[in-house]
């Protein structure tokens, strides 16, 4: 819960806050973020289920909600320019967005296997 907490924080921060961060930081760390995001979510729903498995479900659903973007609807448009709708939802479809995330999850699935689950056992 911690994590899941101090990765909001930070997204937020990456997102909105003026710190100067570098383009690539200020493009892609909102989504990097993100994509964590939904693997901590999946993390806390099951918490027994092995990285991998946590990983791979996550990397879908991130594929899923950046493939949605391709759909336009009035009402989804509008509600994808509001504050919850650009967290959330994101407006513009990137195939580098995927790259991101999918990047992002694996290495988040892997600092869970080999750091956090191997402390929690100890």
């Given at each position: ?25 200020m493009?892609?760390?909102g ?23 946590l ?38 479809f ?29």
């Amino acid at each position: 819960m911690l994590l899941a907490s101090a990765n909001i924080v930070c997204g937020l921060l990456v997102r909105f806050a003026p710190l100067g961060l570098p383009w690539f930081v200020m493009k892609y760390g909102g989504s990097t973020l993100w994509a964590v995001m939904i693997y901590w979510v999946l993390v806390l729903v099951w918490p027994r289920k092995r990285p991998l498995v946590l990983a791979w479900v996550a990397g879908g659903i991130a594929l899923l909600v950046e493939l949605q973007r391709l759909y336009h609807a009035a009402w989804l448009d509008a509600f994808r320019v509001s504050l919850p709708g650009i967290l959330l939802l994101g407006r513009y479809f990137s195939v580098w967005d995927i790259v991101a995330y999918w990047l992002a999850i694996a290495a988040v699935a892997l600092f869970d296997g080999f750091v956090i689950r191997r402390v929690a056992r100890c």
